[in-house]
C-alpha cells in the first residue's frame, strides 16, 4: 500500500516573498508503520526509565544535622546526626566529640548507627570512648524473632519486643510511644511529653535528658548527667 503525502516547500534559493510548491511524496505504508511502531518503542522505554528514576528520587533521600555541644555557656564539641532512607532502608548514624575540663578533663567520644528495615531496627552499634579508653560498647541484631544484644563486660540479652523508635531516630522525628529504645544502655527507656514539642527520656542510671522539636525534628537538646549539663543546639 501507497500513501500519497503532499507537503508545501519553499524553494531554497529564492527570496521568501516567493511562493512556495506543492511538492507530491509517495511513500510506503509498511514504513511508516515500522517507524510508528519504533517511535513507539522508543518512547515507552523512555517513559519506563523516566518513571524509574522518579521512583528512586521520591524513596530515596539523606538528611543531616548538626549540634554545637555547650557546657555552662561554652562551646566544648560537636555532634553530627544523620539519616538516609533508600527504599524500605533508613540508617541513622551519630557522631559526637566534646572536651570538658573541670579538675580533671573529660575527652568524650561517641558513636551510633542504627538501621531499619520497614519501620523497625534490624541493627545497630554504639561505641563510646572516653579519654581514649572505650567505655562502654553495644551492638543489636535482629535474628528475625528477637534482639540479640551484646554488651561490653556485661552478659548477652535478648529482647522479644519489636522495637521501631530508638534515640538515633530522635533527632529526627518526635517520639510516638511512652518508651524508646537506647542503642547505647540495650534497653528501653521511658519517655513522656512534657509541653507541646518537649520531651524528657529517663536513662537506666536515672539521669534524664530533654529533647525540644520544631517542625518534627529535634533542635536542641539538655542532657543532666551525674558530673554536668550538657546542651546540643542545632546550627544547620
Known sequence: MLVIVRTTVPLIGFQPYIKHFNLTVVVSYMVIRKLSKTLFKINKRTFIVLCGLISIGISSYAQEHIYRVEWKGDSVGYMIAKKKVQGPITNYSIESKSKISMILSFEVNSSYKSQYENNRLSNSYCKNILNQKVKGETSV?????????????????????????????LYFNEPKLNEIFSENHGSFCP????????????????????????????????AHMGIATIKMIKIN
Open 141 to 169: 541484631h535482629f535474628n528475625g524473632s528477637e534482639y540479640l544484644i551484646k554488651q561490653k563486660d556485661e552478659e548477652d540479652q535478648v529482647v522479644k519486643k519489636r522495637i521501631t523508635e530508638s534515640i538515633a531516630a
Open 191 to 222: 519517655i513522656k511529653k512534657i509541653e507541646d514539642h518537649t520531651y524528657e527520656l529517663t536513662k537506666p542510671d536515672k539521669d534524664t535528658t530533654l529533647y525540644y522539636f520544631e517542625n518534627g525534628e529535634c533542635v536542641h537538646v539538655t
